[in-house]
């Protein structure tokens, strides 16, 4: 199983993104993904996350209203868009990929199988 983040990189605050999620190896409609963050010095934290189904999704409040998470079964790809960008963005970010996620573990990092290596997204004010 592989998942290959990308899209990270330097954006001024304000801007936005497309962080995609490329996955290999796996049933992709069968699996849950989720993003998570990490900042220098800080601990991994949930960012937004989309049940196998679609049918469900969740995201941090601190993204709530910003970030988009979406996902493309036929590519087993899923993208996070991420407007409005705050230096407090600033952080690598990871994919993430789970079989047997129920939905009350969607923000627990602990519940997903599989990781992708991160792709940096760091935010100038």
């Known amino acids: 199983v592989q998942l290959q983040a990308s899209g990270g990189g330097l954006v001024q605050a304000g801007d936005s993104l497309r962080l995609s999620c490329a996955a290999s190896?796996?049933?992709?409609?069968?699996?849950?993904v989720g993003w998570f963050r990490q900042a220098p010095g800080k601990e991994r934290e949930f960012v937004a996350a989309?049940?196998?189904?679609?049918?469900?999704?969740a995201y941090a409040d601190s993204v709530k209203g910003r970030f988009a998470i979406s996902r493309d079964n036929a590519k087993s790809t899923v993208y996070l868009q991420m407007d409005s960008l705050k230096p407090e963005d600033t952080a690598v970010y990871y994919c993430?990929?789970?079989?047997?996620?129920?939905?009350?573990?969607?923000?627990?990092?602990?519940?997903?199988?599989?990781w992708g290596q991160g792709t940096l997204v760091t935010v100038s004010s």
């Open positions: 993430a990929a789970g079989r047997s996620i129920i939905l009350s573990s969607l923000r627990r990092n602990q519940a997903y199988d599989y």
């Open positions: 190896g796996l049933t992709f409609r069968s699996v849950t």
């Open positions: 989309i049940f196998r189904g679609g049918s469900s999704i």
